[in-house]
């Protein structure tokens, strides 16, 4: 499984990378979890920051962050 966390550095993109690696984490995963800064490469999937992309699906955009919970539904779902 490959995860992106898409954002330029800012608190919420930092915050919100350290809950999907806790979600990976608390879920036993094999994954990359990957932190794109470059604003090229993040334009490519979403406009706005923080965001979330499990295997090239974008799963979040923006605020609010989502919880460690949502983030492990979606791992679950994408496992499956």
Do not use: F
């Not at 994954?31 to 999937?45: G, L, S």
Request: contains cysteine.
């Amino acid at each position: 499984m490959e995860i992106k966390v898409l954002g330029p550095g800012c608190p919420n993109c930092q915050d919100l990378e350290r809950r999907v690696k806790q979600a990976v984490s608390e879920l036993g995963l094999e994954a990359t979890v990957t932190k794109v800064t470059d604003y090229a490469e993040i334009a490519k999937y979403i406009m706005m920051t923080p965001g979330v992309v499990i295997d090239e699906k974008v799963y979040h955009e923006g605020k609010p962050l989502p919880k460690v919970e949502q983030i492990k539904s979606w791992l679950r779902a994408v496992g499956k």
